[in-house]
Nanobody
Framework: QVQLVESGGGLVQAGDSLRLSCAASGRTMSSFRNYGMGWFRQAPGKEREFVAGITGSGGVTGYADAVKGRFTISRDNAKNTVYLQMNILKLEDTAVYSC?????????????????WGQGTQVTVSS
């Protein structure tokens, strides 16, 4: 079992930056590098969507077109933590951001293929 806890959300103005963190823990959790990780977001009235993903080693990352060039996903396997650096935030980035872990070292854009989810952290971008 893996528990994921997100932090770092908040209220910011358009153009600002935020860094989200997702800390993983669990008594039976295997090495953190064995999990592909993803960030997803859900805006009010919309479906949850893929934002970014990273492989277990951190060597391969992927992004949704809407955030490419502005967001960066990274991980520190020694700290069992994955990050999402968000720059040049836009109003449309307002959403609840959740991290997810997938057994196996690859990530996927499909949320149904993730095994564990955090509760999410709210990001609100104002004008």
């Amino acid at each position: 079992q893996v528990q994921l806890v997100e932090s770092g959300g908040g209220l910011v103005q358009a153009g600002d930056s935020l860094r989200l963190s997702c800390a993983a823990s669990g008594r039976t959790m295997s090495s953190f590098r064995n999990y592909g990780m993803g960030w997803f977001r859900q805006a009010p009235g919309k479906e949850r969507e893929f934002v970014a993903g990273i492989t277990g080693s951190g060597g391969v990352t992927g992004y949704a077109d809407a955030v490419k060039g502005r967001f960066t996903i990274s991980r520190d396997n020694a700290k069992n933590t994955v990050y999402l650096q968000m720059n040049i935030l836009k109003l449309e980035d307002t959403a609840v951001y959740s991290c997810a872990a997938k057994v196996g070292m690859v990530y996927t854009t499909k949320m149904t293929q993730y095994d564990y989810w955090g509760q999410g952290t709210q990001v609100t971008v104002s004008s």
